[in-house]
């Protein structure tokens, strides 16, 4: 029994699990952090790519006499998609206060733009019925309610616009993604 406590084979098995061990451990840590920055860097290119969309409507309305393209809504809201379907990696990042900002900001953003589509609508559909009367009363009526929802909308876009302002997450994340 002595013999095989103190031979080489032995101390050479319990030395390879050893290291084994070790660089199982230090593989699985390297693949954690991997994960913390990739889901770091992918969140905040969503955030980005969302302040690059509310930019350009904002450059569009500065040049288009108030347009508000519509289109860049449908892409902020398909970036929002694309985070909802990947939102269970967030869980990769280790504080629950910054997975909190994160959700709540992606919240806002999304109510934002809904509002803003809602009165766009509101707008082009009061718009349109306006055109089906002949000019008189319920025309200006028509004409001067789809007015106040442009007005309402582009009133939400400075909202949008203000809040992307403020956005700080993207500091924080660049600072996990390092």
């Known amino acids: ?5 103190t031979s080489d084979f032995l101390w050479g098995i319990i030395i390879g699990l050893v290291l084994t061990l070790l660089g199982s ?3 699985h840590e390297k ?7 990739s889901i770091a860097r992918f969140i905040e290119d969503v955030i980005q790519t969302i ?8 450059s569009e309305r500065q040049t288009n006499n108030e347009y508000i393209n519509t289109d860049y809504l449908g892409l902020i809201n398909g970036e929002i998609e694309l985070y909802a ?16 900002e994160i959700k709540a900001f992606l919240t806002e953003v999304s109510i934002k733009t809904a509002r803003i589509q809602n009165e766009i609508n509101s707008f082009t559909r009061n ?13 200006t009526r028509l004409e001067n309610d789809a007015t106040v929802h442009l ?7 400075d909202r949008l616009l203000d809040f992307m302002a403020r ?3 993207t500091q924080k994340l660049q600072a996990l993604s390092k």
């Open 127 to 139: 718009w349109a019925e306006s055109k089906n009367h002949e000019l008189g009363e319920e025309r």
């Open 151 to 157: 007005d309402k909308a582009r009133t939400c876009v």
């Open 85 to 100: 379907r990947n939102r269970e990696h967030l869980i990769n990042i280790q504080s629950p206060e910054l997975r909190a």
């Open 1 to 5: 029994m002595q013999d095989i406590i």
């Open 51 to 58: 302040n690059t969309y509310v930019e350009q409507i904002n």
């Open 25 to 27: 451990w230090a593989l």
């Open 31 to 37: 693949q954690e952090r991997i994960k913390r920055k």
């Open 167 to 169: 956005e700080r997450i």
